[in-house]
């Protein structure tokens, strides 16, 4: 028992309600939206602590014993994942206070945010799968309407389009979930997972796991990530790249604990159709990312082919694959945040996001420029950025396991990933300049700050892998180990 | 009776899954409501509806089990707001776009 689990969950919670309530202070909202999230960190890498020198921490919420109520488990991988949220979360931040602009501000913008960022860290510590369902709602429901801000055309077209293919996939979600009730008779995930030790995973149950394979393959991108360009394409850039750091991560990190917790007893039909559904992400990622000749569109195709790379890695489920996935969901969600920042601050500097009308922009804002460029060879996996040690990981797991088909598919992405990047960086940094001087739509600097941090993450979080890589092998333990997590979640005095 | 609710389930499903693949905004909204009403239904009849005892134990020798009825309720208050939120959001579409037609909304994307 532990209340420090449920910290990083309640203070942006609290937060988001009271600003709700001093609306037009919006100052204070700034100034608590920090606070909040820097506290929550604080928490969280307290957790982080925690986990190396006491293990899995865990928190019945009003004392009741897991499996009748509910629990907070916040073991490595979910302390690791809520303090990078955190983080991250903390530079968009930095971003909207310059990017953003009054109107989004005065209508709840950061409350809305704080109930995001709540929703993504509960989504990462609960222990009972049906309210991870709740706080997926939370996260969602924060999204729909930081989509909708705003209010233009395409936005409101694309918030409907994401709203109705959400809203089914949740439906789906209760479904899967009744099903897994009525078969196992309980939610609790590490009961479950105990019960699905003893009594085998039967034919049914494969069916359930399927199904809820094919709710988080919507949230998180994986294959079934047809609205994803879209709707990552409408909100401002600031949102988008809040929506691309945490939103489809959650959606990575529901696949990978529920099926290496509850279902990894059939490898041979769940985790075969993950490593196919990957590389078919994989592939598709990379024509989008070849096709389109847009800012935007690039980068979303970007975040998926990611998703399908780390999906690979789960699939593999051996322990480097395993250890590689966490360390490079880390990556991503650092990595993400910052390209959708820098390419934000782009379109908005030429005020288009076509490549062929944005042109020497390193020449009015160099450290923009170099920050791109870095951020795009980490995207890449080049050493020593942070990409490299995940990918490396991934693909020895998977060469390992006999995966050699995929873990091509895999590298050849990763070079139209490269592709991509300096394409962008080619075309939109090099050359004489369109733009003469004081006729840019906006001065880009409001990026800078929040990329130099997310910049110094990439690079520390790249040679400073052995600390964190120690940190991925505790939380890949209880993958590895079901009991360690079982016996901390039911069996904690 | 389970076999009753779970055909009326079935019956909903399949009317929502008409009406989400419909045109109109509306429609579509509607069907994504019918959808959660036959999922609703479908948790509280394959958790077994236990023929009218309380959710006590003690209170007799048979006992209902309360959590399908407690997710229901949970699942119910969620589905109410998206429905609340997203009617308005459909409505504000017809606003700006003139019309409710899936196909029209479609349309190229500058403004």
Known sequence: MNNLVILPIAIPLVSGMLMIFIRERIIWHRVISLISVAASAACAGWLIRLNQTAGVQTLHVGGWKAPFGITLVADMLASLLVFTALIVSFACLLYMFGSIGREHERFFLYPLVQILVCGVNGSFLTGDIFNLFVFFEVMLIASYVLLGLGGKRRQLKETLQYVLINMTSSTLFVTALAFLYSAAGTLNMAHLAERMAEAGQSGPMTVISILLLIVFSVKAALLLFFWLPGSYGAPPAAIAALFAALLTKVGVYAILRVFTLIFPHQPQITHTALIWMGAATMILGAFGVVAYKSIRPILAYNVIISVGFMLFGVGVASQAALTGTVYYLVHDMIAKALIFILGGAMISIAGTDRLQDIKGLIHYRPLLGWLFFVAGLALAGIPPLSGFVGKVLILEGGIREEQMAVAVIGLVSSLFVLYSMMKIFVQGFWGETFLSEGEQHDTGKSALLPGVILTALVIGVGIGAEWVLSMADLAVEPMLDRDLYIRAVLRAE | ?111
């Open chain 2, 1 to 111: 009776m389970e076999t009753f609710m779970i055909i009326i389930s079935g019956v909903l499903y399949s009317v929502a899954t008409y009406l989400m693949l419909s045109k109109t905004l509306l429609r579509i909204i509607l069907g994504t409501a019918l959808l959660s009403h036959a999922t609703h239904l479908m948790l509280l009849a394959v958790s077994g509806l236990k023929k009218g005892a309380v959710p006590l134990i003690g209170a007799g020798a048979k006992y209902t089990d309360p959590l399908p009825q407690a997710l229901m309720l949970t699942s119910i208050v969620i589905t109410f707001a998206l429905t609340a939120y997203i009617l308005v959001l459909a409505y504000r579409t017809y606003l700006v776009s003139g019309t409710d037609d899936i196909n029209k909304l479609k349309g190229s994307d500058h403004e």
